[in-house]
């Protein structure tokens, strides 16, 4: 009864290819995230989207792009991939709490392992 | 905007050791504050939180409290064991739901 999945764990590819991470959670949540972490442990967080809102940091590429199917999911698609792509991609969910903070921890799936030759 | 900032690591301790791993935050309004632990391999779960001055977090021997005053929410532990070796991530969110997290102190317990 995993809580946050993501498929692939791993993922090794070429540059310039095309590739999807998928995130699913459980939990009932209504906020997903999509993090980066680097070969540092750097965790760096790319994106955040519910119901109403997708956030982006402006610093990603706009060669990443989420997908949200519905609540459950968010995927992440990465167009022409680069050598820098190479990191850990960890997705995460919370609930919103609608200004309770007491209820915005972040659950985290096991991280794509990716992997650009 | 907000940051985050952890004491540079590694950190090494031998086993039954007290730990201490600082953290210290800006931020607008009154964030909520969190520790969380990244073993090798594995993704980031939760340790501990605290979403006012004053409130201390604990689990699994761990305690950080959160100091409005010093904006601090430091990590200790009174006696680390070998298991408790993984990176360590101080984190905040602000009442805009923004997540900020520092960049991780790894913590290395020998025996």
């Known amino acids: 009864d995993t809580a946050v999945s993501q498929t692939p764990k791993y993922l090794v590819t070429q540059m310039g290819n095309d590739k999807s991470i998928k995130c699913e959670q459980n939990l009932g949540h209504d906020t997903m995230y999509w993090y980066k972490q680097d070969s540092k442990k750097f965790l760096k967080i790319m994106f955040s989207?519910?119901?109403?809102?997708?956030?982006i940091n402006e610093t990603v590429p706009n060669r990443f792009s989420p997908k949200s199917p519905d609540k459950a999911h968010l995927n992440l698609h990465i167009n022409s991939l680069e050598l820098g792509d190479s990191a850990v991609y960890f997705c995460?969910?919370?609930?919103?709490?609608?200004?309770?903070?007491?209820?915005?921890?972040?659950?985290f799936g096991p991280g794509t392992r990716l992997l650009v030759l | 905007g907000n940051s985050v900032t952890q004491m540079e690591g590694p950190v090494t301790l031998s086993e039954e050791a007290f730990l201490t791993i600082n953290c210290t935050y800006t931020a607008t309004g009154y964030p909520s504050l969190f520790w969380y632990v990244q073993y090798p391999g594995e993704g980031l779960q939760l340790l501990l939180k605290a979403t006012k001055a004053d409130d201390k977090g604990s689990n699994k021997g761990f305690e950080a409290t959160y100091r409005k005053e010093t904006t601090s929410f430091h990590l200790e532990k009174g006696s680390v064991q070998v298991s408790d070796s993984a990176v360590y991530f101080c984190a905040l969110i602000d009442g805009y739901q923004k997540v900020t997290f520092g960049t991780g102190t790894k913590l290395q317990v020998i025996p």
């Open positions: 989207y519910n119901n109403k809102e997708l956030i």
């Open positions: 995460a969910s919370s609930q919103d709490t609608g200004g309770n903070l007491g209820r915005e921890t972040q659950y």
